[in-house]
Every structure is written in C-alpha cells, then in structure tokens.
C-alpha cells in the first residue's frame, strides 16, 4: 500500500502564490507517476499537472505557465508551486500515485483564492 500526504494549502490572495507538498509512504517502489489534481465545489475532478518517476511533465493546458510540478524521488516527495493564483483556481487539491496495481489518493488540501 502506499499513502499519500499532502500539505501547503491555504488562503491567499489574487495574484499569490502557494506551495503544495505530497509525501508517499509505503510500497513506494510501485509508484511510477505521480501527480496533482484539483476539485472546485460543484464540478468534477480536473487534471492539474503530472510528472513520471524520470521527469517527463504533462500539464493541463489552463495550467501552463502559473503552475510548476517538480519531484524529489530521494524524498518520496512531488511539489506544486502555484504562482499568480486566482478566484477560480479555489479548490481541494489532490495528489495522485499510479501503482503498479491500482492508484493511491491523498486526502486533498484546500487552497482559497480571494479577489
């Protein structure tokens, strides 16, 4: 099994920034891709970025350019850093692992944008 730790979140401003931080634990070898999801009230779950175990990088395409998801295999660690953030941008954000079998759900953080 492996478990999925995400701090960082918190309210902030139009126009600043936030850090997210995802720590897996665990069976950790089984983890290939990891990466950050995001949940507004009312809508459904939306892809935010991800990052394979050797680096290659997909982005939403609404996320280019503000966000950035980096990953420290050392640490069993993946990171959002959120620049420029606004209103809508306001949701629980989740990390997500795919396994070799499965995946793996962090409990989510929430980040409140305000105008």
């Known amino acids: 099994q492996v478990q999925l730790v995400e701090s960082g979140g918190g309210w902030v401003q139009a126009g600043g920034s936030l850090r997210l931080s995802c720590a897996a634990s665990?069976?950790?070898?089984?983890?290939?891709?990891m990466g950050w999801y995001r949940q507004a009230p009312g809508k459904q779950r939306e892809l935010v970025a991800t990052?394979?175990?050797?680096?290659?990088?997909n982005y939403a395409d609404s996320m280019k350019g503000r966000f950035t998801i980096s990953r420290e295999n050392a640490k069993n660690t993946v990171y959002l850093q959120m620049n420029s953030l606004k209103p809508e941008d306001t949701a629980v954000y989740f990390c997500?692992?795919?396994?070799?079998?499965?995946?793996?759900w962090g409990q989510g953080t929430q980040v409140t944008v305000s105008s």
């Open positions: 997500k692992a795919d396994l070799w079998r499965g995946v793996a």
């Open positions: 665990g069976s950790i070898f089984t983890i290939s891709v």
């Open positions: 990052i394979s175990k050797g680096g290659t990088i």
